[in-house]
Nanobody
Framework: QVQLAESGGGLVEPGGSLRLSCVTS?????IGWYRQAPGKQREFVAH???????NYADSVQGRFIVSSDFAKNTFYLQMSLLKPEDTAVYYC??????WGQGTQVTVSS
């Protein structure tokens, strides 16, 4: 059982930036980021494997970057040029199996 702890959410103005962190309790092969806005289903945001393969949802491509230190079990989602529609609870996922508790991101002026 791998536990995940996210942090870094908050309130930011449109056009601003925010970095989310995710720390896992053990080694993992891949890390994913997902989000769920009020009244909507959870959706994929980004994914990265230990070997560097990365992919992003079209809606965040060019604005969000996944970075990682697999040796330290620490992962980040750098979000830039944030839009109000990015408002959601963001979750990290390890090995497509384990979930964090989520962290709220609100983009509003």
């Amino acid at each position: 059982q791998v536990q995940l702890a996210e942090s870094g959410g908050g309130l930011v103005e449109p056009g601003g930036s925010l970095r989310l962190s995710c720390v896992t309790s053990g080694s993992v092969f891949s890390i994913g980021w997902y989000r769920q806005a009020p009244g909507k289903q959870r959706e994929f945001v980004a994914h990265k494997t230990k070997y560097g393969m990365t992919n992003y949802a079209d809606s965040v491509q060019g604005r969000f970057i996944v970075s990682s230190d697999f040796a330290k079990n620490t992962f980040y989602l750098q979000m830039s040029l944030l839009k109000p529609e990015d408002t959601a609870v963001y979750y990290c996922n390890a090995d497509r199996q384990y979930w964090g508790q989520g962290t709220q991101v609100t983009v509003s002026s």
